[in-house]
Structure formats: C-alpha cells, structure tokens
C-alpha cells in the first residue's frame, strides 16, 4: 500500500499474490494492467456515470449532482424531489397552507375569498372591479359605482340628446316626431335617440329626393361610399348608378370582373423599355445595361462616357456601352484590362527574327538593341557592324607593326623575314639572290607572300577568301597546294583561267585561328622554274555577323 502511488495509476490493492490495480467509476484498466484510460478514451468519466440531472469530475472521479428542489439517491445518481412542505420551517404565511410541487412548493389560502373578491398571484383577497369588467349590468340610462366587495347603479342625469329622464330616474326615448320636424313633403319616422324624414316623393333606384323633395336627383355611390367597386378599382359615378373602373396598369379580368396587374413588359414588349423592362404590380420600370444609365423619360437609355472618371492607367476610348483602355507604345493592357504593363520587346520575334543582332535590353516602354566590344549599331537600330580600328587610327600599334582589324578588334602584326629572304613594303619576303653552291638557300621559294583575311563566325558557302595569281603568263604552268591548316578540308582553290581563287567551302564557328600555308609552283615545259608561298591567316570572329 506504500507503493500504491507508483504501482497503480487509481487505486492499488493488495492480494495473496501481489498487488491488483483498480480505476475509478468511468475509467477502465489498460492492457499494462496498471494504467487507467477513459472508457471512450477521451478521460471524461462522466459520460459513462449514468447521472440523471448534471455531473462533474472531482479528483478524476465522476459525482453526480441534482437541480434545485432534488437531492441525490442513495444509488448516487437517481435525484428525488424535496418537499419542502415537510421541513420544519414554515414556509408559508398565516391563512396560508404548503403544496409540494416537482423541485419547488406553493402557498394556497385555506379560505375562499367570497363574493365580490378574488385571490390574486400573491395569494391575496382583492376588490372585483365589476365596473370596470362591465358585469354590472345597470343599463344605458345608470351609472356604475364600484364598492369594496359589490357596487352601485345611479340614475343618469343627462341622458343624452334624443332621450329624457322619466320619474323612476330611467332614460326614455323622446319621440321627435310628435313636433313635425320634416319640411313638407317629408314623413317623419322615430328612432331611438333620434329621427329621420323620409319624403312622399317615390324616385327610381339611383335617385334619391331633392331637399324640396319635388324632384329626384342622382345618387353619388361613390361620394357615399355605398358602391361595390372591388380593389384596384375606381368608382366613377353615372346618373342613376356608377362604373367601376381599373387603376392605370390594370385591366378587367372578364370572367370575375376584377382588376388584374397588366404586364407591361410581355405585352409590350421592346416598346416600353429600351434594354430592360420590370414588371410591379399596376405598373413596370426599366432599366438599362451596363455601361448606360437612365434617360429623362425613364425609358431610353443612354451611353456612359466612363472615360470622364479615367478608368484607365494611361489612354481611354469609349465605347457605345463600355470603354476600352489603350497605352503608349512599348505597352500592352494588363489582364484587368485597365493597367498598363511595359511590353518585353526582347521576348519577341517579329517575322521569326530577333528584334536586335547581338543583345536586347529591355526599357520601360521601350528596347535597346546593344553590340558587343569592338561593334558599332547601325541606323537601324538592331544591326551590329565592325568597327575598323584601323581605317579610325585608334588603334596602338607600335612602329614597325602593320594594323590588321578583325571582327570585333585588331592585330598588330610584323612581318619577319627567314634566313635568305628581305621584306619588301608591301607584306612579302623575296628570295635573296643564291649562290650556285648554297643548296639551303636555291631549295627555299622565291617569295613567302602574307596575308590576313577577317571572317565572321559561321560564314555562308562558298566564301570567296582571295585570288591567286603567279608572275608567268601562261596559267597552265601552276600548281596550287594547301599545304597546311585544311585538315578538315574547309578550304579550295578553284582553277580559272589566268587566276585561282581561294574558297571557304565548309562553315566554320569562330573564334578561330586558321593559318593555311599555299605552295605556289611554276612549271614551263614540265619543269619546275620557280616556286612561292602564300601564309594566309584565317580570323574568325566570335559572331556572325
């Protein structure tokens, strides 16, 4: 029992064995069979404590509790009702006797209140005001005086016009008759408190007689509100009877002579509305679409101009019933179809060609087409083209070095001479004149000529890169040969009469570097007489333009 906290989660008890672990009313043992769970499993032991008024949970056990006016059972969860009426305290008031009742008691009198009083909601005896309930019964000639208990009928002493007081103090009808108040012409007939005077004179239905009664004159059932004209109806009178009439937007239905609405807009349909017309009842209503409102006449409609209010976030056009926004160029009208969002030029592709040649740069409301190093924009605004560095003097070449531009720079470049050879002006290498025994020197060509040819990138073929031509007459006697830098056989000399030409005929992607070395032989008679070289260089741009 020591343990019993640690043991078990409620209640521990000891056995032979050991110890059994017990959970309180609305728990179960777990499978551990120490710990303790709600039956539903969600810990409320009172949704399964079988109260019968209210619960709650005190210490992790459910107790059951009853209204006002009950006590608990002995079973702890039945509640009985109290009564109060045996308690030894009086509740009640002298006079006054206790009745039980479900969960409270009331207080009864144990006597009758008698005639001419009654018991009201504080169990006491009050005064029956028969005057007020009218239960007097004294007549229209007394009046009635309320008492403790009873009440009184006196005599009135006015009894009105038309009525007089008689010796036993009652009210009695005076006939008016017996003084011939009726002009003549006119029967007098009595009423109580009063008379009329009806005339000799017989008229037809609808006519009644003059003052004079000599003659008969129309009835106005309308003025006298005796006509029969039903709802939505107008009395119009006749002589001698009356119509009945419909209000403005009813019509008769034929069968019960009633007033029923009339639907202006089916039976009058596109002539009474200019867009859209609304039934009411005894009238209609239109309205007009969107993008217009209602004219004076309550029926035409008329345009809008929304632009007056400047819906739009630049330009407005209005339009018959609606608007539409427009922007500058370089923008287009955003998905609302009210802002105005800057148009990316550079994402478009008109005719299937970039807007620019080298880079798009897109602006607000615009583009900039831009070049890369060494390139200028043409007037058109998109093209690129090669700045010729060379030809502008900007170039920092030093002294002695030729300026060659290339797509997008320039080269500066010297020409050096081998062994046995001098420079001449115009970028070759001629032979010096050889001794008949220098074998090194007779064996080397007799002119090294260089040349330097600029390329875009990609270039279409055939490309004519440059002629040829020997110093013999007869062109017969040459052989031209690509010594070197064809390896991917991009290059051709084509053969012409008194010239050759040097052809790119395989596209080439740049930057790239090509140094062809072209043997140049003579021949005359089938013997070789003379031999030159052409060191072509090859410079092929980054772009393609």
């Known amino acids: 029992a020591m343990l019993a906290g640690e043991l078990c989660d409620h209640v521990c008890s000891d056995t032979r064995t050991g110890f059994r672990c017990d959970c309180y009313p609305g728990y179960n043992l777990a499978d551990d069979g120490t710990s303790c769970m709600g039956s539903t499993g969600n810990g409320d032991p009172c949704e399964t404590a079988g109260c019968e008024h209210m619960c709650e949970t005190v210490d992790h056990m459910p107790r059951c509790v009853c209204n006002n006016g009950y006590m608990l059972e002995s079973d702890q969860t039945s509640c009985t009702d109290i009564n109060e009426c045996a308690m030894p305290v009086t509740l009640c008031g002298s006079g006054q006797m206790c009745v039980n009742t479900a969960g409270a008691y009331r207080c009864t009198r144990l006597f009758g209140c008698g005639t001419g009083y009654t018991l009201n909601e504080q169990n006491q005896c009050t005064d029956i005001d028969e005057c007020e309930l009218n239960t007097a019964n004294c007549g229209p000639h007394h009046q009635c005086i309320n008492l403790q208990g009873t009440f009184r009928c006196i005599p009135r002493r ?252 320039y080269e500066c470049n010297a020409v050096v001479c081998p062994h046995y050879f001098t420079s001449t ?47 013999a007459s007869v062109m017969e006697t040459y052989r031209f040969f690509v010594r070197t830098g064809n390896w991917d056989r991009a290059f051709r000399i084509d053969r012409f009469p008194g010239r050759a030409e040097l052809n790119l005929i395989k596209s080439l992607p740049g930057p790239e570097l090509r140094e062809l070395v072209v043997d140049i032989y003579v021949f005359s008679g089938g013997n070789l007489i003379g031999q030159s070289e052409a060191h072509v260089t090859v410079h092929i741009g980054n772009y393609t333009f």
């Open 425 to 471: 002006v115009d970028s070759r290498c001629v032979r010096e004149t050889c001794s008949l025994n220098s074998l090194d020197c007779l064996s080397l060509p007799l002119a090294i000529s260089y040349y330097n040819i600029a390329l875009p990138s990609l270039s279409a073929v055939p490309k004519y890169i440059m002629g040829l031509r020997a110093l």
């Open 158 to 409: 006015n009894c009105g016009i038309g009525f007089y007081l008689d010796s036993n103090f009652n009210c009695e009808d005076l006939n008016e008759c017996q003084s011939n108040p009726c002009a003549p012409g006119y029967s007098c007939i009595n009423t109580p408190g009063s008379f009329t005077c009806r005339a000799n004179l017989r008229c037809s239905a609808g006519y009644e007689p003059d003052e004079e009664a000599t003659t008969c004159q129309d009835i106005d059932e309308c003025a006298g509100g005796v006509d029969e004209c039903y709802e939505n109806q107008n009395c119009v009178n006749t002589l001698g009877t009356y119509l009945c009439q419909c209000e403005s937007g009813f019509k008769t239905e034929h069968e019960q002579q009633r007033c029923v609405d009339i639907d202006e807009c089916s039976e009058y349909a596109g002539r009474v509305c200019a867009h859209s017309c609304i039934n009411t009842i005894g009238s209609f209503y239109c309205e007009c679409d969107p993008g217009f409102t209602m004219d004076q006449d309550s029926r035409n409609c008329v345009d809008i101009n929304e632009c007056e209010r400047s819906p739009c976030s630049q330009h407005c056009t209005n339009t018959y019933g609606s608007f539409r926004c427009y922007c500058d160029i370089g923008y287009e009208v955003w998905e609302d179809q009210i802002s105005c969002q800057d148009v990316n030029e550079c994402e478009l592709s008109p005719e299937g060609r970039p807007l620019c040649q080298y880079e798009c740069v897109n602006i607000e409301g615009s583009y900039v087409c831009r070049c890369p190093t060494g390139y200028d924009i043409l007037q058109d605004h998109r093209s690129c083209k090669d700045i010729d560095e060379c030809m502008l003097g900007i170039d920092f070449c030093m002294e002695g070095h030729q300026c060659f531009n290339t797509r997008g720079s």
